[in-house]
């Protein structure tokens, strides 16, 4: 089977710019899910979809972070505006009900 | 809310030695548990996972976990390393009271000696 596609793999930005993250699921998995990974720690969820609804964004900061998954497949993360902070990898995953989680390769991006 | 630690951040081990690395998780409900692994350059893998039945699960590249409920723990190991078994480590927990939401652990980096 096809694994989770992102893109793109690497950004470099400027602080207060704007950028966009893409995430295709495996086929048929109904939850989405992206993490945040900052250098050296485990992965922090940022928000979880089940189908097109947002399950949990407890920890998505909201006042510059956003995600949407409209038709229930792909996703987009958004950063506007970017903060030093937020140099990290961003890794979208998916899974089916009672299963593992499948990683994509990650967005690495890098704040300047 | 679940939390999950890791007791080492770093592990250098030399060809053929064993391996455990710990992993405790801070739930008293329905767990399951699982094992990353991310390569160097790489995304994360799926080592092995527990849903229920028997502690001891096996995985892949020879790794095993043991699950010890009282104890919170579900710790990987692997009776003899190799080279290409350096990479990061990480233990995950999905607690099904929380629905399909993973927490993960802070890793481990592990490095093997030729």
């Known amino acids: 089977e096809a694994g989770v596609a992102q893109s793109p793999r690497y950004k470099i930005i400027e602080k207060r710019q704007s950028v966009a993250f893409w995430c295709n699921p495996i086929?048929?998995?109904?939850?989405l899910y992206w993490y945040q990974q900052i250098l050296g720690q485990g992965p922090k969820l940022l928000i979880q979809?089940?189908?097109?609804?947002?399950?949990?964004d407890s920890q998505l900061p909201k006042d510059r972070f956003s995600a949407e998954r409209l038709k229930g497949v792909d996703s987009t993360l958004k950063i506007q505006p970017a903060k030093l902070e937020d140099s990290a990898v961003y890794l979208c995953?998916?899974?089916?009900?009672?299963?593992?989680?499948?990683f994509g390769n990650g967005t690495r991006l890098t704040v300047t | 809310a679940q939390s999950v630690s890791q007791h080492n951040h770093h592990v250098i081990l030399s060809e053929a030695a064993s391996l455990e690395l710990g992993c405790n998780y801070s739930?008293?409900?329905?767990?399951?548990l699982f094992w990353y692994v991310q390569y160097p350059g790489q995304h994360l893998q799926l080592l092995l996972k527990?849903?229920?039945?028997?502690?001891l699960v096996k995985g892949i590249k020879g790794f095993e976990a043991e699950f010890i409920k009282s104890k919170f723990s579900f710790n990987l190991r692997k009776p003899s390393v190799q080279w290409s078994d350096t990479a990061e480590y990480f233990c995950?927990?999905?607690?099904?009271?929380?629905?399909?939401?993973?927490?993960f652990g802070p890793g481990t980096r592990l490095s093997v000696l030729p």
């Open positions: 739930y008293g409900g329905t767990v399951n």
């Open positions: 086929s048929g998995h109904a939850t």
């Open positions: 995950a927990v999905n607690a099904e009271n929380y629905g399909q939401n993973f927490v």
């Open positions: 979809f089940q189908n097109n609804g947002v399950v949990d």
């Open positions: 527990y849903f229920s039945g028997d502690p």
């Open positions: 995953a998916s899974s089916q009900f009672h299963s593992p989680l499948h």
